[in-house]
């Protein structure tokens, strides 16, 4: 959903947010829905399905999102629409360590004398019923560990903030 009418290539896309609003409806399967921009996790979240009979989606966490109030994530300007995507599932032993939850290994990669370098690695581990994977500074109760670059293990990792901050075994 785009409010400005931008698209990805091959993606069904709205313009607007009442279309948009009976597309999710008709969803059976799980779906993921995040802001186009960057929010930190904020207004992100999985829809599990469609309550027609209380105008609700069911969340992932056990939560509940009412039509009004998607309407004003949809609208939310700074946002600049929504993207939907099918909700990914951890490799088996990925969910052995982490849980089933979503999470992402990000590479950061910097170009040095002309060659593409891994500079760094970490993975953002989501825990409990966070649905998704954002640290946040570890205000929600997710995890960050360090992934050494060339061998891919796991050296070092964090959960909690400032004086609640631990590192835990990896």
């Known amino acids: 959903f785009s409010p400005t009418g931008r698209q990805l290539a091959g993606a069904e896309a709205f313009n607007d947010a009442d279309s948009f609003i009976r597309y999710l409806q008709q969803i059976t399967s799980p779906v993921f829905f995040k802001p186009n921009c960057g929010t930190y996790?904020?207004?992100a979240f999985a829809i599990q399905?469609?309550?027609?009979d209380k105008e609700q989606w069911r969340l992932a966490d056990g939560n509940t999102l009412g039509r009004e109030r998607l309407a004003q994530i949809l609208t939310f300007r700074p946002y600049r629409g929504v993207l939907v995507q099918a909700v990914l599932q951890p490799h088996h032993a990925v969910r052995q360590v982490a849980g089933g939850a979503t999470s992402c290994v990000r590479l950061n990669i910097m170009r040095n004398s002309g060659s593409p370098?891994?500079?760094?690695?970490?993975w953002k581990i989501s825990?409990?019923?966070?649905?998704?994977?954002?640290?946040?500074?570890?205000?929600n109760g997710n995890l960050i560990a360090n992934v050494d670059t060339k061998t891919g293990e796991i050296t070092r990792v964090i959960g909690g903030i400032a004086e609640n901050y631990e590192e835990l075994e990896s």
């Open 41 to 43: 996790g904020r207004s």
């Open 49 to 52: 399905g469609y309550e027609p």
């Open 117 to 122: 370098d891994i500079f760094n690695a970490f």
């Open 127 to 139: 825990t409990g019923a966070n649905m998704t994977d954002n640290f946040a500074g570890g205000r």
